[in-house]
């Protein structure tokens, strides 16, 4: 669905550096209206780091933004992923198709790519957790209809030619971007580092603003997958990141710390609800921890999220899950 605000955003182009171009891409979300591309010059062509999404229009948009720049899709040479969200892939076919490219991904691409191949057998598995974690039925079913009209996001689904893992290098004019696994606000999310420039490209891990979001449901613990990647990028000492939404930003330090300390805060928050004893189902925790309502519009994001922060405190046990229906969970 294209709100009358998105309908209005156009792609831009501007160039970063010399040999990186940042496309500016429009999105359908109130609250993340643009998403980033980069290109980076590589040889006769340009390595394409993520695609935007797929809507109506969209891939315009993403020719205009490189005509700014005066580049070309028939130009793109390799299309490298920092992970499987729609907003980062979903124009990955039609790009291919103009422009021949070779697509590198992490190999942990089924949180999109299952959902691809059934969309119905997701969104039921979707309707299950949310009346485990205490959704009343009538507002889940609600929540899953409307989603199901939306747009998914995503043409022609995700054909990977190459994994992209840790260690793997995308050659450039810049010289090598190297992928450094970085999971927890997706599982197949990879960083790049090009060391020359101690630049990095973080995707989703880290962003100009401090947004966290975790798939749930593929692998035993996100939050704790999202803080060790935090240390791993901690660790390249990295100058200047080139974020999946936003401006470049220099302050890296800083942007790694507030991300830590909003995923303690959120942790701290979660056990002083669980103080008084009483179990609580994750509806009833969340919006003591966000200090928020649960609404339509937000619900699916803060349950997913509450739902991780809890996993997190159960695998390092200070919280217990209680034998009742729908799920609650009391300190340990
Ligand atoms: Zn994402
Ligand atoms: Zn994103």
Redesign the pocket.
Known sequence: MTSGRAAKELGRGERVIPGVWRLRLPLPWPG?PH?NAWAVAAGDGVVLFDTGMHQPGSLAHLERAMDMVHLRLELVRQVVLT?A?V??CGQTTPIVLRSGAEVWCHPDHEHLTKWLANPEGYWERRVEIALQSGVPEPVVRQASDQVRTEDIGIAGGLQVDHDLVDGVEIATDLGPFVAVETPGHAPSHVSLFNAERRMLIS??HLLGRVSL?FDFGYTPDPVGEFLESLNRVEDLDARLVLS??GRTFTDVEGHIRANRELVADRLRATEEALAAGEPLTAVEIAPLVFGTEITAENGTWLLTEMLCFLRHLEVTGRVVKVDAEPDRFRLA
């Open positions: 993340v998403g992970h969200h907003d980062h995707g989703d979001f999946g939404h």
